[in-house]
């Protein structure tokens, strides 16, 4: 009989402040949290600012009122896509087998690996967050298991600077004790409905038989006991070099209704996504955005321009109908992605941006973007007239 999979979520804990603190660690210990101050939202909060009550995406206003001495700081663009990339090439020197998830949180298959024994796994992965945190300072999570689902919920249960490590077997038992609410798709108010009818924990959706359950959960019920049992088998899928689209996607703490909100977490990813984008030496031609709501449901939008760009300016127009037309129903947001796909080699690399830091040419790149915006018979792009 083949081996148990040895299956690892891994994921930072409060990224972006953590991305920030590595240059600025004289803030460490404070209540810090990422944001915009102009109508903003927070988009990471240190644990210390989370303990004053501010999550994500909170208003900016809204944290002040709650935590007066936050100490906010502005995003830093391209910082965290850089972070990230560093973080999973650490992951990558354990197992090639690595599925970036997001930007910030992964699945690890230490199959090819070869370890001995669970003791052998431990100390690789505990090896590996030291290792995130000596040389990034980023301090991650880790849940280990025989499939992601149940190693995903394994990372969150003690963050931060988790390690849990649940053993083959063990799985029905490791969920029986937690709350419904950390199975992935049920919200806070499913949970809350749930709990009302008796199922508290995950373990209650096995006491429950089999026609109880299809009164509760209706045709998902099979779906539910799966999961309470700790069953899955969606494998670990390998990112390929030469990824033919690029894509981000966050999910919040609370679901978000607020359309202008939403419409700058887009925006922000767009502004993360085209510096890798570029620093590839590649175009992308359509931008597609995907809604998620708190039951799981999603829908998608997209649409490709008449011309491959590696440039914000033709996308940013995009955002908003996408998100228009992908946003039907009236209800709030649990998640939102963005992706580049229709992937184009871009043209050859320019000497203006030969040797810069991935900041500064972003920055010609939005002097650039500028110029083009401006109109004018010639139209600039990387340094080249066209
Ligand atoms: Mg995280």
Redesign the pocket.
Known sequence: MPAKAVIVHL?????FVSCELALKPELRGTKCAVGGRERGIISSASYEARACGVYTPMPTSRALQVCPDLILLPHTFGLYSRVSRRMFDLCETLTPVVQRN?I??GYLDLGPCGLADAAAVDAAMRGLQARIWDELSIP??IGIATNKLVAQIASKLC?PRGFVSVAPGAEAAFLAPLDIGKLPGVGAKTETTLKARGVAKIGDVLARSESELAAIFGDGWRAMVAMARGEDFRPVEVDREDAKSYSQQETFGADVGDFAAIERVVKRMIDELLPQVRADGKRARTLTLKVRYGDFTQETAGRSLPEASDLEGPFYPLVEPLLRKAWTRRRPLRLVGARFSGIEDGPAQMDLFAGETDEKKRRLAAVLDRLNAAGGTARVRHGHQI
């Open positions: 994921d930072a804990d409060a990224f997001s910030d949180e991650v999570s963050k």
